[in-house]
């Protein structure tokens, strides 16, 4: 909502679900609880209560839950949003209660073609700290749709002094990208919280990349997305940067601490922990390999100890490598 208040002459509403936090966010231009000490853009209102006439009058609507709360969203505004709606969540959906045994989580589209087909939708992704672009910061995002009129609005009403937006009318080598990427941020949090070193986490970058591009080529993706923004870029910020909380949940599980103490002290969401089961089981659904992966799973699931996990991945047979 910042970047989008920065360019001159956009009218931008910021609606929060609860009003407390709305009234306090439009008191004092400040969102205290989730970034706090970053000034909000005078221009920007903010608003709770009725959102559905907010939608309905809307040129784009930004949807900023995590995945979590994507369905329910999408669900809510298919019958007003006549505008464009993108989202921001980078994961894959938990699978739906009642799912058929074996059932796997959806990426965002996958769900958004279930529950609001006709809605012309997108994705907002790329290396974007939230801190860095609400202060304004040098920032590159990907505008992923297959649906043009999205794809402009995004770079419309985003690109601005500090906010480049690229289109891409890939958004399955997008989402499969940011999803991924979470996890195998768990994975380097892990390598760097044991100080296995930096050969060892450049090597887990490269081959989670490959990881990655292999699942997403099966998924219907193109190669090249992986090599920009919302693969290799998001890749590198997040699994080596330490504002990101998935860096955190593996730093602090090397530290010893159980996957409910660092989900609990994070106080935020971090997508890889609800993801990387699905990654996972979508991968051996399509016969992909992820060892990567397949290493965070056991560690979440609790059957590998961090060591185990490394020892997982140092002890696979070279004959299973492949160069991709
Ligand atoms: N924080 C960041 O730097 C970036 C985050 N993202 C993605 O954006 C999504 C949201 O992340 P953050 O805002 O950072 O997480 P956060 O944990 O900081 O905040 C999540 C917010 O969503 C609300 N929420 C929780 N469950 C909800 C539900 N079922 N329905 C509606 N709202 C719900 C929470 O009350 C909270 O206000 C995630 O998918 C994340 O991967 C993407 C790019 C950058
Ligand atoms: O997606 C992000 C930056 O692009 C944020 O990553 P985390 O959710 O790990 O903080």
């Given at each position: 909502a910042s970047a989008a208040a920065h360019?001159?002459?956009h009218a931008v509403t910021l609606w929060a679900r609860s009003p407390e936090q709305a009234a306090q966010m439009q008191a004092c231009h400040e969102n205290t609880r989730y970034l706090p000490g970053i000034p909000l853009p005078s221009a920007l209102r903010v608003a709770s209560g009725d959102w559905a006439a907010l939608a309905r009058a809307a040129d784009l609507v930004i949807v900023a839950t995590p995945?979590a709360g994507l369905?329910g969203m999408?669900?809510a505004l298919?019958?007003v949003a006549?505008?464009?709606v993108a989202w921001l969540c980078?994961?894959?959906?938990?699978?739906?209660?009642?799912?058929?045994?074996?059932?796997?989580?959806?990426?965002?589209?996958?769900?958004?073609?279930?529950?609001?087909?006709?809605?012309?939708?997108?994705?907002?992704?790329?290396?974007?700290?939230a801190q860095?672009v609400a202060r304004?910061?040098?920032?590159?995002?990907?505008?992923?749709?297959?649906?043009?009129?999205?794809?402009?609005?995004?770079?419309?009403a985003?690109?601005?002094?500090?906010?480049?937006?690229?289109?891409?009318?890939?958004?399955?080598?997008?989402?499969?990208?940011?999803?991924?990427?979470?996890?195998?941020?768990?994975?380097?949090?892990?390598?760097?919280?044991?100080?296995?070193?930096?050969?060892?986490?450049?090597?887990?970058?490269?081959?989670?990349?490959?990881?990655?591009?292999?699942?997403?080529?099966?998924?219907?993706?193109?190669?090249?997305?992986?090599?920009?923004?919302?693969?290799?870029?998001?890749?590198?910020?997040?699994?080596?940067?330490?504002?990101?909380?998935?860096?955190?949940?593996?730093?602090?599980?090397?530290?010893?601490?159980?996957?409910?103490?660092?989900?609990?002290?994070?106080g935020h969401v971090?997508?890889?922990?609800?993801?990387?089961?699905?990654?996972?089981?979508?991968?051996?659904?399509?016969?992909?390999?992820?060892?990567?992966?397949?290493?965070?799973?056991?560690?979440?699931?609790?059957?590998?100890?961090?060591?185990?996990?490394?020892?997982?991945?140092?002890?696979?047979?070279?004959?299973?490598?492949?160069?991709?």
């Amino acid at each position: 909502a910042s970047a989008a208040a920065h360019p001159a002459g956009h009218a931008v509403t910021l609606w929060a679900r609860s009003p407390e936090q709305a009234a306090q966010m439009q008191a004092c231009h400040e969102n205290t609880r989730y970034l706090p000490g970053i000034p909000l853009p005078s221009a920007l209102r903010v608003a709770s209560g009725d959102w559905a006439a907010l939608a309905r009058a809307a040129d784009l609507v930004i949807v900023a839950t995590p995945m979590a709360g994507l369905r329910g969203m999408l669900q809510a505004l298919a019958p007003v949003a006549r505008a464009p709606v993108a989202w921001l969540c980078k994961g894959f959906e938990q699978p739906q209660p009642g799912a058929a045994a074996g059932g796997a989580g959806l990426l965002a589209h996958e769900v958004c073609e279930q529950v609001a087909p006709g809605l012309l939708a997108g994705v907002l992704s790329g290396p974007s700290f939230a801190q860095e672009v609400a202060r304004a910061q040098p920032t590159a995002m990907v505008a992923a749709s297959p649906h043009a009129p999205v794809r402009d609005a995004l770079v419309r009403a985003l690109h601005g002094p500090s906010v480049r937006v690229y289109a891409n009318d890939d958004w399955v080598g997008v989402e499969v990208g940011g999803a991924v990427k979470n996890v195998l941020a768990i994975a380097t949090g892990l390598c760097d919280g044991l100080q296995l070193g930096l050969n060892a986490r450049a090597a887990l970058v490269t081959r989670g990349l490959a990881e990655t591009t292999r699942l997403g080529l099966a998924l219907g993706a193109r190669a090249e997305t992986f090599m920009g923004l919302s693969g290799l870029g998001d890749l590198v910020l997040t699994a080596t940067g330490d504002l990101s909380r998935n860096r955190r949940v593996g730093l602090l599980l090397a530290s010893g601490q159980t996957l409910a103490q660092a989900v609990e002290s994070l106080g935020h969401v971090a997508e890889g922990v609800y993801s990387a089961r699905t990654v996972a089981g979508r991968a051996r659904q399509l016969g992909i390999e992820m060892p990567i992966t397949e290493a965070v799973v056991g560690l979440l699931d609790g059957r590998l100890a961090p060591a185990e996990a490394v020892a997982q991945l140092m002890g696979r047979d070279p004959a299973a490598d492949r160069p991709v």
